[in-house]
């Protein structure tokens, strides 16, 4: 499993997609000119009982468009927006803490040959994450990846590289893996490629039944953090995290040779929620129960 830590849902999001789907490319996708897409989806997250008592529930929905240009020998550059917005309801939990946090991130890849059978890619983004009443210069970060591409042949390609996330009273080094192995002609195993409600990070085993039928099942580390507003009761000027590995199954359905809608059902294990003060000090930790969510996104290529 890939292991990304985030300092908001969205951080890495974006340009994680756009950097990893251009390392995926094979060497004759090189020089393609223009190419863009848009993802939208909406994911409900049930009750979820915490060990003090109390519950919560969630509701995101995000937008993310990106695109790219290709040149000669290899090289390209591309520019992502992620807008992510989530609703939270809390039940019993002494007091409401926040109603909602909102999440744009900005960025920017780019991506080179390195050997003759190797790719570089580099990307950096900026954005906010804040409660809804917070304002947004409270919430900057900004993050870089480095990330190194080697195809061994047509059906293998293995990655790695390493990210570092700056904000939020928080700084964080993290690892990633990538790799395309195409195992048979049905059998994939893979990051997702498409920006979905979990991130595009994580592995994916998935199926492809024909050519408009796919089911995938996979897993990823998520951790979601943001600013708190100065009038916040729990923790004025303070900063909410969210971890846990969301595991799910994935249904695809490709409408047209540009236009997919897929469906997630699944599980969030090992849930946490921690309180952070202004200057990033722990006040409260709390660990929720395995947590159903079901999702489902349209994502477009132009």
């Given at each position: 499993?890939?292991?990304?830590?985030?300092?908001?849902?969205?951080?890495?999001?974006?340009?994680?997609?756009?950097?990893?789907?251009?390392?995926?490319?094979?060497?004759?996708?090189?020089?393609?000119?223009?190419?863009?897409?848009?993802?939208?989806?909406?994911?409900?997250?049930?009750?979820?009982?915490?060990?003090?008592?109390?519950?919560?529930?969630?509701?995101?929905?995000?937008?993310?468009?990106?695109?790219?240009?290709?040149?000669?020998?290899?090289?390209?550059?591309?520019?992502?927006?992620?807008?992510?917005?989530?609703?939270?309801?809390?039940?019993?939990?002494?007091?409401?803490?926040?109603?909602?946090?909102?999440?744009?991130?900005?960025?920017?890849?780019?991506?080179?040959?390195?050997?003759?059978?190797?790719?570089?890619?580099?990307?950096?983004?900026?954005?906010?994450?804040?409660?809804k009443n917070a304002s947004w210069d409270e919430g900057w970060t900004s993050s870089l990846v480095l990330s190194y591409m080697y195809f061994f042949s047509p059906a293998l390609s293995i990655g790695t590289g390493a990210g570092f996330?700056?904000?939020?009273?928080?700084?964080?080094?993290?690892?990633?893996?990538?790799?395309?192995?195409?195992?048979?002609?049905?059998?994939?195993?893979?990051?997702?490629?498409?920006?979905?409600?979990?991130?595009?990070?994580?592995?994916?085993?998935?199926?492809?039944?024909?050519?408009?039928?796919?089911?995938g099942l996979g897993g990823v580390y998520r951790s979601i953090r943001f600013a708190l507003d100065d009038q916040a009761p729990v923790a004025p000027s303070g900063f909410a995290e969210f971890k846990g590995v969301p595991v799910f199954?994935?249904?695809?359905?490709?409408?047209?040779?540009?236009?997919?809608?897929?469906?997630?059902?699944?599980?969030?294990?090992?849930?946490?929620?921690?309180?952070?003060?202004?200057?990033?000090?722990?006040?409260?930790?709390?660990?929720?129960?395995?947590?159903?969510?079901?999702?489902?996104?349209?994502?477009?290529?132009?």
């Open positions: 499993m890939q292991t990304i830590r985030r300092g908001l849902l969205s951080a890495l999001g974006a340009f994680i997609f756009l950097s990893t789907s251009i390392a995926f490319a094979s060497p004759a996708q090189a020089d393609s000119g223009w190419s863009s897409r848009l993802t939208t989806g909406y994911l409900v997250s049930t009750d979820a009982d915490f060990d003090s008592g109390g519950t919560y529930s969630s509701r995101l929905f995000f937008i993310d468009g990106s695109t790219r240009k290709s040149f000669a020998n290899h090289f390209s550059i591309g520019l992502g927006l992620n807008y992510t917005t989530l609703d939270y309801d809390f039940k019993d939990f002494g007091v409401n803490p926040w109603d909602r946090a909102d999440f744009l991130t900005i960025s920017v890849p780019v991506t080179m040959k390195a050997g003759e059978s190797g790719r570089l890619s580099v990307a950096g983004s900026f954005g906010s994450a804040t409660e996330v700056h904000g939020l009273e928080d700084s964080s080094f993290f690892p990633l893996i990538l790799v395309r192995w195409q195992i048979t002609d049905q059998w994939l195993l893979s990051n997702p490629f498409r920006p979905g409600p979990f991130g595009p990070a994580g592995l994916e085993l998935s199926y492809r039944h024909n050519d408009r039928l796919d089911f199954l994935r249904l695809g359905w490709a409408a047209t040779r540009s236009i997919a809608v897929d469906g997630y059902f699944g599980l969030t294990l090992d849930g946490r929620l921690t309180i952070d003060d202004s200057e990033g000090n722990e006040l409260r930790k709390e660990k929720y129960d395995p947590q159903p969510i079901v999702g489902v996104n349209l994502s477009g290529r132009f």
